[in-house]
């Protein structure tokens, strides 16, 4: 117990001794018939405030998550383009190994070097282009990257399909 309750209880005569100032109780009976502002239009305005204010943030939210996977969807189409140069490449220098694996080992192995060297990315380049880029910006580098080197797979590709028929004839 506190020292404030413990000295409350042991005075409590001091407290409730004194009377009350004159005309407190008709100052009190005349504040409970005094009609407060409507507590119900109170609520009622409230309650339409609320739900005005409940849609709006619905709306916001809808607006910024819809444009946000508008944009979201076209970089994912970006990157899946880009993507599907890479696995073309990847495609032509499956078709090369093969061809290469038909000559001789002389035309096999220039043919897997020039592979190599067209192909190989000690880091890919994915990585080293900047943040301060956008995905369609990335996206469209990276395909125009993979295009060049899957032109130069096809050559490769074309030379050892000529070297083949040639040993043919």
Do not use: W
């Amino acid at each position: 117990m506190s020292d404030l309750e413990k000295y409350i209880k042991e005075n409590s005569g001091l407290f409730n001794s004194g009377n009350l100032p004159e005309g407190h109780k008709e100052r009190f009976m005349a504040k409970l018939k005094t009609p407060k502002h409507n507590n119900v239009l109170t609520l009622k305005y409230s309650t339409i405030i609320g739900m005005c204010a409940s849609v709006a943030a619905i709306l916001i939210v809808t607006f910024v998550l819809g444009d946000f996977s508008k944009q979201n969807e076209k970089q994912n189409i970006s990157v899946i383009n880009a993507n599907i140069y890479e696995q073309e490449m990847q495609h032509e220098k499956t078709d090369v190994i093969k061809l290469a694996k038909q000559m001789d080992t002389n035309v096999e192995e220039q043919a897997l070097t020039m592979l190599d060297n067209i192909t190989f990315e000690a880091i890919p380049l994915s990585e080293q282009l900047p943040n301060e880029l956008s995905i369609e910006q990335k996206a469209k580098i990276l395909k125009e990257y993979y295009k060049q080197k899957t032109e130069g797979i096809k050559k490769i590709k074309i030379f050892l399909a000529q070297e083949i028929s040639n040993n043919e004839e």
